[in-house]
């Protein structure tokens, strides 16, 4: 999988600013304003006791770079469960523990990591 730094431009614009790549700034693609959007738009569906057992699934870290030097990190995980369900988790430092996400929304972001981030490893299945 690959790796891509995200830059948030002119956040105190009338749109709120937009997402745009790091090594291409000047681009007017809208991919990744998309993706960062559906990205932090992702639905919790329940908070887990306890992390998942993730040993069989993928997984993609993020690590946010703020202006102010903060930084704070995320992690998605998706696979098949014991019964064959698809399943998508999530955990941030904005969480806490770990959450199962909303199927529908998490498979669509899982789906764009290749295209957004780089890289041609197959995320896996996105839905079922």
């Known amino acids: ?40 738009r992702q639905s919790l569906v329940e908070y887990l006791d306890k992390a998942p057992q993730t040993t069989s699934y993928k997984t993609c870290r993020f690590t946010f770079f703020m202006e102010n030097g903060e930084k704070s990190t995320a992690q998605l995980a998706w ?26 929304t998490a498979s669509s ?3 764009d990591i290749p295209s957004v981030l780089g890289g041609s490893e197959d995320p896996g299945p996105t839905s079922k």
């Open 79 to 104: 696979g098949t469960d014991q019964s064959g369900k698809q399943r998508y988790y999530g955990q941030s430092d904005f969480s806490g523990d770990w959450v199962r996400l909303e199927p529908s």
């Open 1 to 40: 999988m690959g790796k891509r730094t995200f830059v948030h431009k002119d956040s105190t614009g009338p749109q709120g600013g937009s997402w745009l790549a790091e090594d291409d700034e000047s681009s007017t693609d809208t991919l990744y304003a998309n993706w960062m959007k559906k990205f932090m």
């Open 109 to 111: 972001v899982i789906a």
